[in-house]
């Protein structure tokens, strides 16, 4: 008998949204971004086909807007293959449950995420003392409980590729996450970074809102690991990306990215570190 896929206890609609809210971008002809309130998902086209990809699946109750852009995008016969994560908070897995079950789909996420994916392990509770903005603020209402995917979960390859996705290679990004990835492909520099770093300040209320673009590391009020997550920016950055879409805020690309991350990178401590914090040492 199949497993019964599951949400936490804690799971709920979050009632924080954005000016982005909504949107829809192509980046590159299959690179298709839409925001969910406060949270990016992406699409990736499969070569030949209507067939595609999810990146990331949304915040909580968002099936519907999800499925109704895909059917927009690619034709409401179009087949989804796979969803990957880059990490599994809730404004990443928001939907999953449900997409899973209307595509009939399996997920990939890397090894150390999947205690969060299979009911075994919950986050820590995100920390409101990291910043004084008003989403810092409210995290502590933010689900954190592990969520149960069942046997729809599958461990990415070892071998860095991603299922599905031709020319993209998944790269370990711990520190928001321990589990954390960032999908990166050479051959047009295109990366999906999720959350290792992101162009909003999160922490903030008004800048969520407003979508004020802003170079920032990981969203204080979830990150574990500031010391790797530094790491994992600073492996993002050496790759001279073109153009990049993160879990939040607007896709940024040519030398507004490249200066953004060099500028992140030598200010870090200014710009991503909380001068307070649990998970500081």
């Known amino acids: 008998m199949e497993k019964e896929m599951n949400y936490g206890d804690d799971y709920k609609f979050i009632p924080a949204t954005s000016v982005q809210s909504g949107v829809s971008q192509e980046l590159l002809p299959d690179l298709y971004a839409h925001t969910i309130q406060i949270a990016n ?7 030949g086909s209507n067939d595609f990809v999810l990146i990331d699946a949304g915040m909580p109750k968002s099936a519907e807007e999800i499925i109704s852009v895909a059917d927009k995008r690619f034709g409401e016969n179009a087949k989804a293959k796979a969803i990957i994560l880059t990490h599994g908070h809730f404004d990443h897995v928001g939907a999953i449950i449900e997409l ?41 209402m933010f689900p954190n409980e592990a969520i149960d995917l069942g046997e729809a979960i599958n461990e990415l390859p070892s071998d860095g590729t991603v299922p599905f996705m031709e020319g993209f290679r998944w790269i370990h990004t711990p520190g928001h996450t321990p589990g954390h990835v ?3 492909r050479e051959r047009d520099g295109a990366l999906i970074a999720g959350d290792a770093f992101v162009t909003v300040k999160q922490e903030s209320l008004y800048k ?24 994992s920016v ?15 805020g607007v896709p940024i690309g040519g030398a507004e990215l490249n200066e953004g991350l060099k500028n992140l990178i030598d200010n870090f401590e200014k710009i991503a570190l909380p001068k307070n914090g649990k998970h500081l040492e």
Request: net charge negative; aromatic share 12%; glycine share 4%.
């Open 234 to 248: 600073k492996k993002l950055a050496a790759l001279n990306p073109s153009v990049a879409i993160t879990g939040h």
């Open 100 to 140: 899973v079950k209307h595509w009939q789909v399996p997920v990939f996420a890397h090894a150390l995420e999947l205690p969060y994916l299979t009911g075994t392990k919950d986050y820590p509770k995100p920390d409101p003392s990291v910043d004084s903005g008003l989403v810092a603020k409210m995290s502590p």
């Open 41 to 47: 998902i992406v699409f990736y086209s499969c070569p």
């Open 208 to 231: 969520v809102f407003t979508q004020e673009k802003e170079m920032n590391g990981p969203p204080k009020y979830l990150t574990e690991d500031f010391d790797v997550a530094f790491e």
């Open 182 to 184: 960032s999908l990166y």
